[in-house]
């Protein structure tokens, strides 16, 4: 599966201290999530490097007559759109460690998902707007997040995302598109 991967800035104890930091949300401690699994010392070990599927496509756009170029992303399991500024930042071939996971959107429904989006951006802006003509380019990558698994109230398991290039923490959508892909996986088994 040669393809491109961003490679991750945010490393394994970096993310654990993220995961684990005292904060006023979780009232400096106290309310800090308990994590599934522990080693010898009492360290959290329940927290995995997971590479998320997308695509990218660079759309040709004429702005004021000249064409300009504009990359943007969408996430290949639950559809999410943003512009790309990484791209420089991409490497080919394999991650080295972690669970690659698989697109759940095919490349015609993430090529639809990413006009859309570049209409909606567009439509957004203030001024002149663009027009777009078509795309040039296009590729899929996989991107790295950070999964820390906990218990919650009840000894109910858990998880929680952090990106794993920017060290942002992630929300419901992220979250539900690791489950569904865990789900699926399985249910191919």
Excluded at 77 to 102: C, H, I, Q, T, W
Aim: net charge positive; charged share 30%.
């Amino acid at each position: 599966m040669t393809g491109k991967f961003l490679p991750p800035r945010i490393d394994l104890e970096h993310a654990r201290t993220s995961f684990l930091c005292r904060k006023t949300s979780n009232l400096f401690g106290l309310l800090r999530r308990k994590p599934a699994r522990v080693d010898e010392y009492g360290q959290a070990i329940s927290l995995e490097l997971i590479w998320m599927p997308a695509r990218a496509y660079r759309f040709a756009m004429i702005h004021k007559g000249k064409e300009v170029h504009s990359w943007v992303t969408v996430d290949a399991n639950f559809g999410g759109f943003a512009l790309l500024g990484r791209v420089k930042e991409l490497v080919d071939g394999d991650p080295a460690e972690g669970d690659v996971l698989d697109a759940t959107l095919d490349e015609a429904r993430t090529e639809e998902l990413a006009r859309e989006g570049v209409v909606r951006y567009i439509l957004r802006t203030r001024g002149a707007k663009p027009s777009v003509n078509d795309i040039t380019d296009r590729f899929a990558y996989h991107a790295p997040v950070w999964v820390y698994y906990f218990r919650r109230a009840g000894n109910k398991l858990d998880l929680a995302v952090l990106d794993a290039y920017s060290g942002d923490p992630m929300g419901g959508l992220v979250k539900r598109a690791i489950l569904n892909a865990f789900i699926a996986r399985r249910a191919g088994k």
